[in-house]
């Protein structure tokens, strides 16, 4: 295991989790990477871990460039253990390094997790020297954890981002020069919306506080390292922040006898005649963090469920509720789905939506049994002209 020199003096040190495919709850289909950062100046500097059983890892890389032993000083921008897990590991083997973290949140998360390593709290604007070199850090509460910090390097012009324009995405590469770019921004968007989408306003507020700094790269806690697509992913993070609509529409729905689905297709086809690009999702076999990354800028969202023992079937409630942990914005929402006998889950799922902050474009739409030719011609029709009529 090697260090990945990234500039003078500035090397990569995580590890690559390849096999990662859960991140409570959130699909890592292309698995991810805990990034650490190692400075060597007259102070030695750590930023961030790795989680917890990748510790021999980061420390072979750090072994690559310099004794583990000679760190002075570790900036712990989040306490969340995927970067915090290995800090009790590094302190066994740096035992006179200073742990630095947000004063307040970040003392108290740390200290709840691994007891008193040594903390001493920074506030924003607060700098730091590391001889050449100095971090001045900025705090970014509640993206997406209270304790969330930034650490700006000069005269290197490097921030260092923590899990902000970060991506869930394993690879050797370590720059966006290298790597599969359309990858990189895809895992970057699913990574936002569901990690950082609910608190769009302190990102907003994040961007603000790092806007007047002269970015020469970043350097996030998970996935490639940002350097020529500064301006690209700043850009696409404005974007998310600003709750920006594309012209999709997103439809979710379960189906037992192909009832609810082919409410679902009349519901696509009715926004086809609306000019929007419908996408479609049966639950069965998508997963919830595919959906919220492609729902996140849909205008439209309508969710189907045929009623299963009195309730709307468990995979859209499962949906529904992380949506409702998730959604950054209101969205015209339909609710729908077919029934035998007792018919409760077009309006369970119709007041779901409403508690997701939705805005019901029409009633509930029901079908008993088996929706005829007509049914669904009628379907396509209401939707369309509710659509229409709400612009
Ligand atoms: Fe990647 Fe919030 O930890």
Redesign the pocket.
Same mark, same amino acid.
Request: aromatic share 8%; hydrophobic share 15%.
């Given at each position: 295991m090697q260090a990945f020199k990234l500039a003078e003096n500035i090397y990569w040190v995580g590890a690559i989790d390849w096999n990662l495919r859960n991140f409570h709850g959130y699909e890592t289909e292309k698995g991810s990477t805990y990034n650490a950062y190692l400075i060597l100046d007259e102070k030695v500097t750590l930023i961030d871990t790795v989680k917890e059983g990748f510790g021999e890892e980061m420390l072979a890389r750090i072994r690559s460039v310099i004794d583990p032993a000679k760190i002075d000083i570790i900036i712990s921008n %989040?306490a969340?253990p !995927?970067?915090s897990g290995c800090l009790p590991l590094i302190k066994r083997f740096a035992p006179n390094a200073q742990i630095y973290t947000a004063a307040g949140a970040g003392v108290k998360d740390l200290t709840a997790y691994y007891g008193d390593l040594g903390y001493t709290g920074v506030r924003a604007g607060e700098t730091l020297s590391l001889g050449k070199r100095t971090l001045t850090f900025v705090p970014t509460p509640m993206v %997406?954890?209270p304790d +969330?910090m930034v650490s700006f390097l000069t005269p290197d012009n490097i921030l260092f981002s +923590? !899990?902000a324009f970060?991506q869930h995405y394993a690879s050797d590469e370590r720059l966006d020069t290298e790597c599969d770019l359309p990858e990189a921004f895809i895992q970057a968007r699913k990574y936002y919306a569901n990690?950082v989408q609910p608190y769009g306003m302190q990102t907003g507020k994040a961007l603000a506080a790092v806007a007047g700094l002269p970015i020469a790269a970043i350097y996030p806690? %998970?996935g490639i390292c940002w350097t020529k697509h500064i301006p690209d992913i700043l850009a696409l993070y404005k974007s998310w922040v600003a709750n920006e609509y594309d012209d999709t529409a997103v439809i979710v729905y379960d189906t037992m006898w192909h009832s609810t689905e082919a409410m679902a297709h009349a519901i696509e086809n009715a926004f086809l005649a609306c000019g929007l690009k419908p996408r479609l999702y049966n639950l069965h076999y998508c997963h919830n963090s595919d959906i919220i990354a492609d729902a996140m800028t849909a205008k439209y969202i309508a969710v189907g469920s045929p009623t299963l023992n009195n309730n709307m079937m468990p995979s859209v409630a499962s949906f529904l509720c992380y949506f409702k942990g998730l959604t950054g914005n209101k969205k015209k929402s339909v609710a729908f789905g077919s029934y035998g006998w007792g018919g409760q889950s077009p309006e369970q799922v119709e007041k779901a939506l409403a508690e997701c902050k939705c805005e019901q474009l029409l009633p509930a739409i029901r079908i008993a049994y088996k929706p005829s030719e007509e049914q669904l011609d009628r379907i396509t029709a209401d939707v369309t002209a509710a659509v229409k009529a709400n612009g």
């Open positions: %989040h969340e !995927d970067h %997406h954890w +969330n +923590n !899990d970060g990690i806690s %998970h």
